[in-house]
């Protein structure tokens, strides 16, 4: 699609969606509704090229708590609202054993099958083409995010999306798809738009939000062009206190980001923050690793504050604390996670003093300096030794992420760069795409390799992050165990001399 047929193709979806009912001029204050676009009082289509791509940017100042969007039961595309038709929906009671996101899944591609003659035309045409979502890597995508953990989740992904295929075949012959809807290339499209995934506040996926009736969520036009933003400690959802604004008269007591409303039956979106107009308006879907990011949504954030680096830790650290072994982590600045911390410090204590120290332990102290010494120094070991095993270092990886973004605009570039930090891992790409080292003279990728450069990147850009935590563990640990030490000597010295320490 052109730039001109997108905009059109945008105009008719804001169109639409006036005419049903969606708003971002929803109360009885604001101006009345025009016909033309359900935007325009609050919210506008904006593009953010490093920020998300399509989104919503502010039309004027916003407060936080503001309403600023609602829309109607009737606009949501769900499960119940596609099965009103008798047909479709006694082929699904036909097939009981079916989850709630493969009947949705289903139900997108019976609604994109009826074309121009389905309600929701409009939103189906808008929708992304294609996904990044880690259910769509290829093997050789897969096997560049180099952890282990990273390359299970990945497969795991896709295994999934495969079953789930193979599983709701039968049903999508029966309600009489088209054979091109029947194929798992659409249905990874559809699934990447709808997969939902559990998470504290929204249940989300690429595009579906919460509804209180259906646990695979709906698709929810228009309210699904906000990008997203890590909940920072202001609005996070983690902090129950701090889910409700502390705002004056009508908007005390609101969940700032927004959901299903019984009693308006509609769902509402609020400013989680202050917008000057023009800003970019986010949603906070949730509190993600970038690697739930990648899997959940097939994108990154530069920067998380809610990223986690997983480490391999033995059955013996794992076990000494009940600690559960998803809160054993490096923070992205390098820290080890509060429950890590203690666990490591139980596990340095003679098995006979565990009972003991028990109770410090568990409130976070320090046990002693010797103890504080071993835990660092295992620590800063287990993350040195993790990252000689990878294949590449992160210094590598950086100098490769520039490689492929030059790649992603000039491909011949290959020609001209020095590839000595990963020579091996582009040669497998072009390996993979048909295209050998003297063939890439071509000025643009064909459109196949273009998009595995995007998610290849997207890989090594995940890895990169990843090294990055564990490099910062080390230098954490090693100022620590310096700290220390001196710490130490100055103790013993002071002893020795009789000096108060
Ligand atoms: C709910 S949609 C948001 C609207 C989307 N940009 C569009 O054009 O339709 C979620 C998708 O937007 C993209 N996205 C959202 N927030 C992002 C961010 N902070 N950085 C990069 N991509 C983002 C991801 O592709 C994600 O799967």
Redesign the pocket.
């Known amino acids: 699609m052109d730039g001109e047929e997108e905009g059109k193709g945008m105009a008719a979806l804001l169109r639409w969606a006036a005419e049903m009912g969606i708003s971002d001029s929803p109360t009885s204050t604001s101006p009345p509704r025009s016909h033309s676009s359900c935007l325009g009082h609050s919210l506008f289509v904006s593009d953010f090229p490093d ?5 919503l940017s502010a039309a004027r100042d916003l407060r936080k708590g503001d309403l600023i969007l609602r829309v109607p039961r009737a606009a949501l595309l769900t499960s119940e609202s596609v099965l009103k038709d008798e047909r479709l929906a006694s082929c699904v009671r036909s097939h009981p054993r079916l989850s709630s996101t493969q009947i949705l899944t289903v139900c997108l591609l019976a609604e994109v099958g009826k074309g121009r003659g389905s309600q929701w035309y409009p939103y189906l045409v ?3 083409r294609s ?3 880690l259910a769509n890597f290829t093997n050789f995508e897969i096997q560049t995010l180099q952890v282990e953990d990273a390359v299970w989740v990945s497969e795991r992904a896709v295994h999934r999306a495969k079953s789930d295929w193979k599983e709701s075949i039968s049903l999508m012959q029966e309600m009489d798809l088209k054979p091109q809807l029947l194929t798992f290339r659409s249905w990874l499209w559809a699934l990447s738009t709808i997969f939902t995934v559990h998470s504290f506040f929204w249940k989300i996926s ?2 579906t939000l919460h509804i209180p009736w259906d646990n695979a969520g709906c698709l929810c036009p228009v309210g ?6 890590a909940p920072d400690a202001e609005s996070s959802p983690d902090a129950s206190e701090e889910r409700y604004a502390e705002q004056p008269d009508c908007h005390s007591q609101r969940l700032t980001d927004g959901g299903y409303e019984e009693d308006t039956t509609s769902y509402c979106f609020y400013a989680r923050k202050r917008y000057k107009e023009e800003d970019q308006v ?1 949603l906070s879907y949730g509190t993600y690793t970038n690697l739930d990011l990648l899997e959940h ?3 990154l ?1 530069g920067d998380n504050p809610n990223d986690k680096a997983f480490i391999q830790l033995g059955t013996d650290i794992c076990t000494s604390s009940n600690w559960p072994v998803d809160s054993l982590y490096i923070q992205p600045n390098g820290r080890p996670s509060f429950a890590l911390l203690c666990a490591l410090r139980l596990c340095a204590t003679p098995v006979n003093h565990r009972r003991a120290v028990g109770c410090q332990v568990y409130a976070g102290s320090l046990l002693s300096v010797e103890n504080e010494l071993l835990v660092m120094k295992w620590l800063a070991k287990r993350c040195h030794d993790i990252l000689e095993k990878l294949a590449t270092t992160a210094e590598d990886d950086g100098l490769l992420l520039i490689v492929i973004e030059k790649m992603l605009y000039n491909p011949s570039c290959l020609k001209y760069v020095d590839l000595q930090c990963c020579k091996e891992e582009i040669k497998s790409f072009l390996e993979v795409h048909g295209l050998g080292m003297e063939g890439i003279g071509v000025s643009q990728l064909p459109m196949k390799a273009r998009k595995s450069l995007e998610r290849w990147k997207l890989a090594v850009r995940w890895r990169f992050g990843y090294k990055k935590m564990l490099i910062s563990c080390i230098s954490y640990c090693t100022n620590t165990i310096e700290r220390l030490s001196s710490q130490q000597y100055c103790t013993k010295r002071n002893n020795q001399t009789g000096m108060p320490g």
Do not use: V
């Not at 699904?224 to 933003?229: G, I, K, R, S, T």
């Open positions: 920020a998300g791509g399509r989104g808008q929708l992304p996904y990044n979502t690429s595009r699904d062009l906000f990008n997203y933003a986010l949504y097939g994108f954030l």
